[in-house]
C-alpha cells in the first residue's frame, strides 16, 4: 500500500471529522474572501487531475492554514494593541519606537524571543519540558478549527463542534501539569497546581452556562447554534440568547468563565507575577516561553470566539439590513469588543487568592449556571407557538434569575460589613 | 509547626496536625523576585500554600552607610541619607540635619523650619501615593494605580527639582537651615498643586477603596494586636492603622508642628486594607498641614547665618533625634569627640523596624498574603539594609 | 482497519509504560496518553460523541485528578520499586496470564455471533440524546444521584481537617 | 477483515495490562490507574461489538460506555478522595503499609 | 502611647457605601481606567511622559548634575582653582582627585597639576561646589554623558572640566550674575587695597624722603 491512500484511508476514517467544508462559494465576494485561498488550491489541484484524496486534502490543510495565519495575525496584533491600551489606561504612550506607532514591535519581540538562549534547567525533564509548550499551542488552534467565523467560513464543519471544542480545552491543563511538572522547579509546580484546580473549576461554569444553550437550540454543532439566532424581534432587536434572561445570565457567567480558563486578570493566579513569579512559564525562555504566550493568545480568541458563537449570534449582524458588510466582519468585531472588554478588565482589577477563587466558582457561579438550566427550559415552554416570548415568561424568567442575584447581594452585605468601617481621628 | 505568640486564642487552631518535613515546601521568595520590593529575601515554608515559617533575609543591598558615616565629615553624610529611603530623602534630610543641629545646640530661623515642613509634608504625598500604586502592584492590578500615583509624583519631583536641584537625590537640608532659599515662584506652583492633588486622590479613591477584590485580599489580613506592635518597636501607619495614636508630630513635636492644625487618623483592626486607609487619609491631613504652612509662610533667611558649611565640627556629646517619616519614626542617633567627624552614627530606620514582625502577621496565611502583607508594610529596602 | 492497526500497539505501549514506569508521575501521564489514545480509537470507528467525551473525561478529568493526587501525597521509594519489581512482576504474571490466556482463547474461537463489518458505521447523537433521555431515563437519573453523592462525598472526604478550616472564613 | 478480533485482542491485553497494575503496584494511586485501565478494556469490548457486532441500528454499546465513563469518574474521584483521607492518617499511599485497623 | 478616646468621625472619604451592590466599586474603578484612557488621547496632564531624544523636559536653572571647574578671561590660564583641597576633602564619596602645581624650587603655583573627578562615582550632590571658596566649581546641568570607554571616558581631567565664565552665566544667570557681582566687588577691593596700599608706600616713601632730605638738610645745616 502506497504511503499517500494510507493516509486517505486514515483521514477517511474519521468520518464526521469531514475534513474542509465541500461546497463551493463564488470566488470573489466579501463573503467569501477568507475561502478564497482554499477554493485557488482545489481549483488549481482540480485542474492538474490530482487525485481526490489529494484535492481534500490540501483544501483541509489549506483552510486550516488559514484561519491560523488569520490568528496569528491577529495574535501579533493582539501583542501590541494590549500593551498600547494598557499604556493608555495608564497614561502612558506604549510601544511606539518600532515602526509607526510601534507596528513592527511584534516583529521585534519575535526576532528577540527566537534569538534567545534556550534554557533547560538541569532538574527538568527535557522531554516533558519539551512537549508542554507544544501542547498548550495545539488545542487552541484545533478548536480555533471549528468555530464559525462568517456566513461561508467554517473551516471544519463539525456536527459536534462544541464538545469537540470542551474536549480539545482539556488538554490545555495537561499541557500546563507538565510545564509545570517537567521543570523541576519550585515556582513552576505552584503555579502548575494553581493552574489545574483554577481551570478545573472554571470549566464546569463554561461548559454548564453553554449548557442552556444547547437545550434551546437542540444541537451541538456551532454552526446550527448561529442560525439559531438568526433573525430580529421587533424586526430590529436581534435575536441572540444574550438578550435573553437566561441568555444574559449564562453570557456573564460564560465571559467570567472564560476569563478564568485563559488565565487573566483577575484570575491569573497561575502566573501571578508578583507571587509566583511566572508560573509554569517560570523556567521556560526563548521560543518556548513564546509558544506559552501564543498558546494563551489563541486560546483567548478561540474562547472568546466560542462565546460570540453561543451568545452574541455569532456571525449575525447586530441590526437588519447590513447585510452588504461581509458576515466575518462582524465576527471580528465581536471579537474585537470581547478582548478589549478583558483588556480593560485587566488594567483594573487586582488578583484574587486562590481560596476566594474557588469559593468564587463552586458557591457563585456554579449554582447559578445551574439555575439557568432550568429557566432556559421555562424559557422554552412558555413561549409563544411562534417562538416569541411574551412579557410573561420575560418576568417569570427574570425573576427566577434575580434570585440568587439578591440573595448574593444580601451574603455580600452581611459578609462585608467590616468594609463599613470608620476612621477615627485623634487631635 | 505553626506557633504564633500574638495570634489570640480564638484564632489559634484548635489542633495542628504533625506536618511532615517533606511534605513542606520551601520556596525561596527573592532577592530575585518581582514583589519584594527590590532585593529583598524570605525564606518561607508552605505547606500546600499556608505558610508555616518565614524567614526574612536581607543585606543583599547593604551599603556600610553607618560605618562610612564615621569616615566623612558631617556635612558628607547628609547626600548618603538621601539614599536611605530614596522615596522620601527629604525627611531622610531633615531627620539628620535635627540630629545635628541638636548636637551642636543650633538655632533653625523660622523660614526654614516652614521650608522643612513644606518639603517633608510632600514627601510624605510621594511615599504614600507610591505605596498604594505599589500595593496594588503587589495584588496584581498592573501597576495602574502606580502609573497614576507616578503621574502626580513626577509634578512634586518638578517642584522637588526647581527647589533642591535633583528629583530624588535632593541634598536640600543644612545644619541650621536649607540650603537655598525657595525660587522665586516656588511657593505659588506648590500651592497650586496642593489645591489640585484632592482631584487625583479622589480619582485614586474611586478606582481603589470600594473594589470588592482588595476589599477580599486586604482585610482581615495580616492584622496584629496592639500590644504585639507596640512591642515590636513598630512605628508609623502600620501602629496608627492598629488604633494607637502615636505620631511623633503629636507626641514630640519637632520643628514648627505644634504651629499647625492637623488630625491623627487612627484605624481599629490594623489589616492591610486600615493600613492603606490610614495612609490614604493622611494624605488629606498632610494637604492640610501644607496649605497651612504655605498660607503662613514667613519671609527671612533660610539658613542660620551663624552655622559653618566648611570644617564644620560639632561639640562633644550625644544626641538623638527623631521625626515621623512618611514610613514610621526615623531617628538619627550621633556621638561626637569634638572632630569633623562624627564618633557614632547609628539610624533607626522605620523600614527595617516594621519588618520584624512580618513572620508573626505571616503565618497561616496564603502565599499571596505575605505578599500583600509584605506591601502594606511598606519597606523600601535602601533603609532596610542601609 | 488502518488506523486500528496503528493505534492498538501505541495504545499498548503507552499502557505498558503505565504500568511499567517507576516514577507515579510518569505512569499517570502514560495512563493519560493511553486513555487518549483510546479515545482517538473511538473517533476512527465513528463514535465521535464517546471518543470526544472519553477525551473530556479521562484526560481532563481522571488523569488529572490523579496527577493531582500524585502531587499531594508522599512519592513512593523508587529504587525500593525497582528493587522489588522481579518478585512482584514474577507473582503479578503468574496471576495474569491465566486470566489473559482465558480472554485471548475466547477471542481466538470466533464468535458465537455473526458480525457485520459495518453493523453501525457512525454513532447518532441525536438518537443517543432521546435514547438517554427517555428509554434509560430511571438509569441517568440514578447515575445523577450517583453524581451528586459523589460530588459531596468526595468534598467531605477531602476536606483539610485542621488550621484552615478553623480559621474565620471570611480571614 | 472484520476488524473485531483485532479490538478485542486489543481490549483483552489492556485488560492484561491493567491488571498487573493492580497486582503488582503498591501505590494505591497506581492501582487506580490500572483500574482505569481495565474499565477502558471493558469499553472498548462494548464499542467494538456495537460498530463490528451483529445487532444494526442499536445503541446499547455507547450508552453502556456513556454510564459507565460517567462512574469511572465518580469512582476515580470517590477513590482518590478516600486515599487522601487515608493519606492523612498514616502519611503514606503505599498498600502494604495499611496492615492496621487502627486509624 | 494610650489610644485616646476619638474625638472626631472620618468624614472624608467614606470607605464604602452602606449597602452596595456586589461589584459597584469594581465598576467605579473601570470608570476611573476609561476616563483615564480616554483622557490620555487629549489631555495634557494626563499624559507626563516626554518623547526624550525629540523633545526634552526643561531643566530648571537649579538643575544639578556633574561639577565642572570655572576658568576667568579666555583660556585655562584663568582656572580660578587654587587647588587648595577643601572639596576633595569635603567630596562625600571621594570622587575628586587634586595635585598641586608646583615649580622646581617646590613653591606652590596656587594651580592644580592633575584635577581629576571620576562622574561614574559622583553622586551629583553639589558639596563641593557649595564648600569652594574660590567660586571656582559649579554643578552643570548637562546629562548627556553616556560613552563607549567606560573607564576612561568617565573619567573628568582639568581639561574636560573646564568651562568658561560665559558658560556658567548661560548656566545659571543668576548665580553667575551675584558671583560675578561679588568677584567683581572683591577685585575692586583688592585693587583699591592695592592701590591703596602703593599709595601709602608712597606716601612713605616721599615722607621718609623728606626726612631724609630735612635732615641732611639738618646736618649740612648744623
Avoid at chain 1, 433573525?231 to 478564568?260: D, E
Wanted: glycine letters at 8%; one cysteine or more; aromatic letters at 10%.
Amino acid at each position: 500500500m502506497r504511503v499517500p491512500a494510507l493516509i486517505a484511508l486514515v483521514l477517511g476514517s474519521f468520518p464526521s471529522l469531514g475534513l474542509a467544508a465541500t461546497d463551493k462559494p463564488p470566488l470573489l465576494t466579501g463573503e467569501s474572501l477568507p475561502r478564497l485561498p482554499q477554493r485557488l488550491v482545489e481549483m488549481a489541484l482540480e485542474a492538474l487531475k490530482a487525485p481526490d484524496w489529494l484535492v481534500s486534502l490540501a483544501s483541509f490543510a489549506t483552510a486550516a492554514g488559514t484561519v491560523v495565519a488569520v490568528f496569528l495575525s491577529a495574535f501579533a496584533l493582539l501583542s501590541l494593541i494590549e500593551r498600547k491600551t494598557l499604556a493608555r489606561a495608564q497614561n502612558r504612550l506604549g510601544p511606539n519606537r518600532a515602526g509607526i506607532f510601534g507596528i513592527l514591535q511584534p516583529v521585534a519581540d519575535g526576532i528577540k524571543m527566537l534569538t534567545k538562549e534556550d534554557i533547560v534547567p538541569t532538574k527538568a525533564e527535557w522531554f516533558l519540558h519539551l512537549v508542554a509548550p507544544v501542547m498548550i499551542v495545539i488545542p487552541s488552534i484545533l478548536a480555533l478549527g471549528v468555530i464559525p467565523y462568517g456566513r461561508e467560513w467554517l473551516p471544519v464543519p463539525l456536527e459536534l463542534g462544541l464538545v469537540f471544542f470542551f474536549a480539545t480545552g482539556t488538554m490545555t491543563e495537561v499541557a500546563v501539569f507538565i510545564a509545570g511538572w517537567a521543570s523541576g522547579s519550585k515556582f513552576p509546580m505552584l503555579g502548575a497546581m494553581r493552574a489545574i484546580s483554577q481551570m478545573i473549576s472554571y470549566e464546569l461554569p463554561l461548559i454548564i452556562s453553554a449548557l442552556s444553550v444547547v437545550m434551546l437550540s437542540g444541537t451541538l454543532s456551532l454552526a446550527d447554534i448561529v442560525a439559531a439566532q438568526s433573525g430580529y424581534h421587533l424586526g430590529f432587536i436581534p435575536a441572540w440568547n444574550i438578550l435573553t434572561p437566561w441568555g444574559f445570565v449564562a453570557g456573564i457567567i460564560f465571559l467570567i468563565a472564560a476569563n478564568a480558563e485563559s488565565n487573566r486578570c483577575p484570575f491569573d493566579l497561575p502566573e501571578g507575577e508578583s507571587e509566583i513569579v511566572a508560573g509554569h512559564m517560570t523556567e521556560y525562555s526563548g521560543f518556548k516561553y513564546a509558544l506559552f504566550f501564543m498558546g494563551e493568545y489563541l486560546g483567548l480568541f478561540a474562547i472568546s470566539g466560542l462565546g460570540i458563537t453561543l451568545f452574541l449570534g455569532g456571525w449575525q449582524a447586530p441590526l437588519p439590513g447590513l447585510g452588504f458588510v461581509p458576515s466575518w466582519f462582524w465576527f471580528f468585531g465581536k471579537l474585537a469588543a470581547i478582548i478589549f472588554f478583558f483588556l480593560w478588565v485587566r488594567t483594573t482589577f487586582p488578583r484574587v487568592r486562590v481560596d476566594q477563587l474557588m469559593r468564587f466558582a463552586w458557591l457563585c457561579l456554579i449554582p447559578i449556571a445551574l439555575l439557568t438550566l432550568p429557566v432556559a427550559a421555562l424559557w422554552h415552554f412558555t413561549a409563544n407557538p411562534d417562538g416569541s416570548n411574551g412579557v410573561l415568561s420575560w418576568l417569570l424568567c427574570s425573576a427566577i434569575l434575580a434570585v440568587p442575584f439578591i440573595i448574593i447581594t444580601v451574603i455580600f452585605n452581611r459578609r462585608l460589613a467590616p468594609s463599613l468601617r470608620t476612621y477615627h481621628y485623634a487631635e | 509547626m505553626i506557633s504564633n505568640p500574638f495570634m489570640s486564642p480564638a484564632a489559634a487552631p484548635a489542633s495542628v496536625p504533625e506536618l511532615d518535613e517533606d511534605q513542606l515546601l520551601h520556596v525561596s521568595l527573592g532577592p530575585q523576585h518581582p514583589s519584594t520590593h527590590g532585593v529583598f529575601r524570605m525564606n518561607v515554608v508552605l505547606d500546600g500554600e499556608t505558610v508555616v515559617s518565614l524567614k526574612p533575609v536581607f543585606g543583599y543591598l547593604h551599603r556600610n552607610h553607618e560605618k562610612i558615616a564615621e569616615g566623612v565629615t558631617f556635612l558628607s553624610s547628609m547626600p548618603f541619607t538621601d539614599r536611605l529611603d530614596y522615596i522620601c530623602p527629604l525627611t531622610n534630610n531633615w531627620a539628620y540635619a535635627q540630629a545635628v543641629e541638636k548636637l551642636a545646640g543650633i538655632e533653625v530661623p523660622e523660614r526654614a523650619e516652614y521650608m522643612r515642613v513644606i518639603t517633608a509634608e510632600l514627601t510624605r504625598l510621594i511615599n504614600h501615593t507610591a505605596f498604594v500604586g505599589f500595593f496594588l502592584g503587589d495584588m496584581g492590578a498592573w501597576g495602574t494605580a502606580l502609573m497614576y500615583a507616578f503621574r502626580e509624583r513626577e509634578k512634586i519631583l518638578d517642584l522637588f527639582e526647581e527647589l533642591t536641584g535633583a528629583r530624588m537625590m535632593s541634598n536640600f537640608m543644612r545644619f541650621g537651615g536649607c540650603r537655598n532659599d525657595l525660587p522665586a515662584g516656588w511657593a505659588a506652583k506648590a500651592s497650586t498643586l496642593v489645591n489640585e492633588f484632592p482631584r487625583f486622590l479622589d480619582e485614586l479613591e474611586n478606582l481603589i477603596i470600594g473594589n470588592e477584590v482588595l476589599i477580599a485580599r486586604t482585610q482581615n489580613v495580616g492584622a496584629l494586636p496592639k500590644e504585639a506592635l507596640i512591642n515590636g518597636g513598630i512605628t508609623g501607619p502600620m501602629l496608627r492603622a492598629a488604633g494607637v495614636a502615636y505620631d511623633i508630630r503629636k507626641a514630640e513635636p519637632y520643628g514648627i508642628y505644634d504651629r499647625f492644625k492637623f488630625r491623627i487618623p487612627l484605624g481599629t483592626t490594623g489589616d492591610c486594607y486600615d493600613r492603606m486607609m490610614i495612609r490614604f487619609l493622611e494624605l488629606r491631613e498632610s494637604l492640610a498641614i501644607l496649605r497651612q504652612a504655605l498660607d503662613q509662610l514667613p519671609e527671612g533667611q533660610f539658613i542660620n547665618p551663624k552655622s559653618k558649611i566648611r570644617n564644620f565640627k560639632a561639640p562633644v556629646g550625644e544626641a538623638y533625634a527623631r521625626i515621623e517619616g512618611p514610613k514610621g519614626e526615623l531617628g538619627f542617633y550621633l556621638i561626637s569627640d569634638g572632630s569633623t567627624n562624627p564618633f557614632r552614627y547609628r539610624i533607626r530606620p522605620p523600614s527595617f523596624i516594621n519588618l520584624t514582625l512580618l513572620e508573626d502577621m505571616c503565618l497561616g496565611l496564603d502565599l499571596a498574603d505575605v505578599v500583600i502583607i509584605l506591601g502594606s508594610v511598606d519597606i523600601v529596602l535602601g533603609e532596610v539594609d542601609r | 482497519m488502518v488506523p486500528l492497526l496503528l493505534l492498538s500497539p501505541l495504545i499498548l505501549l503507552a499502557a505498558l509504560g503505565a504500568v511499567w514506569k517507576a516514577r507515579p508521575v510518569h505512569a499517570a501521564l502514560l495512563l493519560a496518553l493511553a486513555l487518549a489514545l483510546v479515545a482517538v480509537l473511538y473517533l476512527s470507528v465513528g463514535a465521535e460523541f464517546i471518543g470526544l467525551v472519553q477525551f473530556m473525561v479521562y484526560v481532563g478529568g481522571v488523569a488529572i485528578l490523579i496527577v493531582f493526587a500524585l502531587l499531594i501525597t508522599r512519592p513512593g521509594d523508587e529504587a525500593a520499586e525497582v528493587a522489588r519489581r522481579p518478585r512482584s512482576l514474577a507473582l503479578g504474571l503468574v496471576c495474569v496470564a491465566p486470566v489473559l490466556g482465558i480472554l485471548l482463547y475466547a477471542v481466538s474461537k470466533g464468535l458465537p455471533v455473526a458480525a457485520f463489518e459495518d453493523a453501525n458505521p457512525k454513532l447518532p447523537v441525536q438518537a443517543l440524546g432521546t435514547e438517554l433521555f427517555e428509554n434509560a431515563v430511571p438509569a441517568v437519573l440514578t447515575v445523577g444521584v450517583l453524581l451528586t453523592a459523589v460530588l459531596i462525598g468526595a468534598a467531605l472526604f477531602a476536606r483539610e481537617p485542621g488550621p484552615k478550616s478553623e480559621l474565620p472564613a471570611d480571614r | 477483515m472484520n476488524p473485531l478480533p483485532l479490538l478485542l485482542t486489543l481490549s483483552s491485553l489492556l485488560f492484561a495490562l491493567g491488571l498487573l497494575a493492580v497486582l503488582t503496584r503498591r501505590n494505591a494511586i497506581l492501582i487506580l490507574v490500572g483500574i482505569e485501565l481495565m474499565l477502558n478494556a471493558a469499553n472498548i469490548n462494548f464499542i467494538a461489538f456495537w460498530r463490528y457486532g451483529s445487532v444494526e441500528f442499536d445503541l446499547t454499546g455507547p450508552l453502556f460506555v456513556m454510564f459507565s465513563i460517567a462512574i469511572a469518574a465518580a469512582e476515580a474521584a470517590v477513590g482518590l478522595a478516600i486515599i487522601l483521607m487515608v493519606f492523612r492518617h498514616t502519611r503514606s499511599t503505599d498498600l502494604n503499609r495499611l496492615d492496621s485497623l487502627h486509624g | 502611647m494610650e489610644s485616646p478616646a476619638p474625638t472626631t468621625r472620618a468624614s472624608s472619604p467614606p470607605p464604602a457605601a452602606g449597602w452596595s451592590l456586589p461589584g459597584i466599586g469594581l465598576l467605579k474603578g473601570m470608570a476611573v481606567t476609561a476616563v483615564n484612557m480616554i483622557q490620555s488621547y487629549y489631555r495634557k496632564d494626563r499624559m507626563t511622559t516626554v518623547q526624550y531624544p525629540e523633545e526634552r523636559a526643561p531643566i530648571s536653572p537649579n538643575f544639578r548634575n556633574f561639577p565642572f571647574l570655572v576658568y576667568d578671561g579666555d583660556n585655562m590660564a584663568g582656572l580660578r582653582c587654587t587647588a587648595c583641597s577643601i572639596c576633595e576633602k569635603e567630596c562625600p564619596p571621594q570622587c575628586i582627585y587634586i595635585v598641586l602645581d608646583r615649580d622646581e624650587n617646590g613653591k606652590s603655583l596656587k594651580r592644580p597639576k592633575v584635577f581629576d573627578i571620576d562622574v561614574s562615582v559622583c553622586m551629583n550632590c553639589g558639596i563641593c561646589a557649595e564648600v569652594c571658596p574660590f567660586d571656582s566649581i559649579y554643578m552643570d546641568g548637562q546629562y548627556e554623558l553616556a560613552t563607549g570607554d567606560r573607564f576612561g571616558g568617565l573619567l573628568f581631567n582639568k581639561e574636560t572640566l573646564a568651562r568658561s565664565t560665559d558658560y556658567h552665566a548661560q548656566l545659571r544667570p543668576l548665580e553667575a550674575a551675584e558671583v560675578a557681582a561679588r568677584r567683581k566687588a572683591e577685585e575692586e577691593k583688592k585693587l583699591a587695597a592695592q592701590a591703596a596700599k602703593v599709595a601709602k608706600a608712597k606716601l612713605e616713601k616721599e615722607q621718609k624722603e623728606l626726612k631724609a632730605k630735612e635732615e641732611q638738610e639738618k646736618g649740612t645745616g648744623a
